[in-house]
């Protein structure tokens, strides 16, 4: 097990500056999304029909967290790589990922429109799963956590298209 005092020296070695960079990025994306997705998140999104295996809306808010410290780590690996071995292609994968992830969102609370947003998610699952198996030769861990995501872009393909048919 590892103790409080290890992990502590952990963060503490962490470079800072691509940390700095990891979240600025992650955080630039999240404010832009929000901007993006207008009042349609909370308005619009609480009047629609949700299928029996929808989150409660507080739900929704943890799983956007969760996604944005797993976007920050994953670009703080990717920054972090030694000279020489840094891939900038992955580094564009995951910006590509993150504006796409935005357009999906204006498509189901910009538009309110559940079937934009359930036809639009289908490519995305597609990309977010080539991206994964890219950044998997690059860097395993931030694979895994694509791998994770792309679980939950399955789920969240089934709860789409629910919504479409309820909506």
């Given at each position: ?56 809306i507080w739900g929704w808010g943890i799983v956007g967290g969760l996604y944005y410290v797993a976007m920050t780590v994953i670009l703080y690996r990717l920054f972090d790589q030694k ?85």
């Amino acid at each position: 097990m590892t103790s409080p005092g290890n992990i502590l020296a952990r963060v503490m070695s962490l470079n800072k500056k691509h940390l700095m960079q990891a979240v600025l990025f992650a955080s630039f994306f999240a404010i832009a999304e929000s901007i993006i997705a207008g009042d349609g998140v909370g308005d619009w999104f609480g009047t629609i029909s949700q299928p029996g295996y929808s989150l409660p809306i507080w739900g929704w808010g943890i799983v956007g967290g969760l996604y944005y410290v797993a976007m920050t780590v994953i670009l703080y690996r990717l920054f972090d790589q030694k000279i020489g071995t840094k891939d900038n292609k992955a580094i564009w994968l995951i910006a590509l990922l993150m504006i796409y992830n935005g357009l999906w969102n204006y498509l189901l609370f910009g538009l309110d429109s559940t079937l934009l947003a359930f036809v639009g998610l289908i490519p995305f699952v597609i990309y977010v799963f080539f991206v994964m198996t890219y950044i998997y030769y690059k860097d395993r861990v931030s694979g895994w956590i694509l791998l994770i995501y792309v679980f939950w872009l399955l789920y969240d393909l089934y709860w789409t298209y629910g919504l479409w048919r309820l909506n």
